[in-house]
């Protein structure tokens, strides 16, 4: 079974900047388009990014375009979300997820595999 692992993450001063990185346990998954999401406490998972297979084509939440960057080095299965200007509304769990077979543009509920998790605190 393919696993995802996050890691990456912590409490940073709002203004700061984290890099989360995302390690898939498949080669496979270079080929697959792969995303990030979040959840804050309370609230519902939403949305941050994601990223074609070869890296050319990126989609960010209109919450985070121009402040995070994703990434990816097929390499070594590692997919990054680079978070810069933090904010305390970026407080949440971050996952890392793929879909369950190759799609280029999947929608959320079209993705099938999860990370567990890493945890993004900003203080203000």
């Known amino acids: 079974q393919v696993h995802l692992v996050e890691s990456g993450g912590g409490l940073v001063q709002a203004g700061g900047s984290l890099r989360l990185s995302c390690v898939a346990s498949e080669r496979t998954f270079s080929r697959y388009t792969m995303g990030w999401f979040r959840q804050a406490p309370g609230k519902e998972r939403e949305f941050v990014a994601q990223?074609?297979?070869?890296?050319?084509?990126?989609r960010y939440a209109d919450t985070v375009k121009g402040r995070f960057t994703i990434s990816r080095d097929n390499a070594k299965n590692t997919m990054y979300l680079q978070m810069n200007s933090l904010k305390p509304e970026d407080t949440a769990v971050y996952y890392c997820?793929?879909?369950?077979?190759?799609?280029?543009?999947?929608?959320?509920?079209?993705?099938?595999?999860w990370g567990q998790g890493t945890q993004v605190t900003v203080s203000s």
């Open positions: 997820a793929a879909p369950g077979r190759p799609i280029y543009d999947p929608r959320t509920d079209e993705y099938d595999v």
């Open positions: 990223i074609s297979w070869s890296g050319g084509n990126t």
